[in-house]
């Protein structure tokens, strides 16, 4: 069945570091790659996503970079902060399609 | 706008018992998907609604779990005769169409002793 791998599954930097997380999708099909930030206890909130039609996004210290013939995306924090400090899920899902797969979360540690 | 609530935040069932779980998507989002989320690991899709369509329950672990969306817009998710297994955070999500840009309620916390 269609599967999303994220890694790792944890992640600890110093306070101004860069932060790299990376996911593996299964589904050739899939073109809308989703990435959530849910702190302990909130909801998860979208904080960055790309479709299949471009190569990499960038919201101000965020980015993410998605390579269709390896099947994988990565998402990209510079400058980290302690408030980046959560859980981060990668996702994907193709368009016609309901179901969102999402990866295992990768819980981020920003040490000040 | 008010975003996507969902209600209880937090039930203790007794195992055995039916629950009803109730989400109220973004006012005038076609789309509605429910997950379950167990401790530690990512949102696991259980069902879609496009309006009042349940288009895909593929998800659902059993067929104790049943989710309804008469009118298009409120949704319950029904978890009958409760197991253990069960207890997890479900959480609903709403989009404006299809699988792009959800929005996610805060989730109902569900524990079964």
């Known amino acids: 069945g269609e599967n999303v791998e994220q890694h790792p599954s944890t992640l600890s930097v110093q306070e101004g570091d860069s932060a790299v997380i990376k996911c593996t999708y299964s589904?050739?099909?899939?073109?809308?790659f989703p990435w959530y930030k849910q702190e302990l206890g909130k909801r998860p909130q979208l904080i960055i996503d790309?479709?299949?039609?471009?190569g990499e996004k960038k919201d101000q210290r965020i980015a993410v970079t998605l390579n269709k013939t390896a099947k994988h995306f990565s998402l990209h924090i510079t400058e980290t902060q302690p408030e980046d400090s959560a859980v981060y899920f990668c996702a994907a899902s193709r368009t016609g399609g309901f179901k969102t797969i999402f990866g295992a979360g990768t819980r981020l540690f920003v040490k000040a | 706008g008010a975003g996507v609530s969902q209600s209880p935040r937090y039930k203790v069932a007794k195992r055995g018992q039916d629950v009803a779980l109730r989400c109220d998507p973004i006012?005038?989002?076609?789309?509605l998907f429910w997950y379950q989320q167990a401790l530690g690991q990512g949102p696991e899709f259980l069902t879609y609604?496009?309006?009042?369509?349940?288009?895909?329950k593929s998800g659902l672990p059993s067929d104790r779990f049943f989710a309804e969306r008469p009118e298009g817009s409120v949704s319950t998710l029904k978890i009958q005769r409760t197991q253990q297994e069960d207890s997890a955070v479900y959480l609903c999500a709403s989009s404006l169409e299809g699988p792009e840009t959800q929005y996610f309620g805060p989730g109902t916390r569900l524990l079964v002793l």
């Open positions: 609604f496009q309006n009042e369509a349940q288009l895909d």
């Open positions: 589904d050739s099909a899939s073109n809308y």
């Open positions: 006012s005038g989002h076609v789309s």
């Open positions: 790309i479709r299949s039609n471009v």
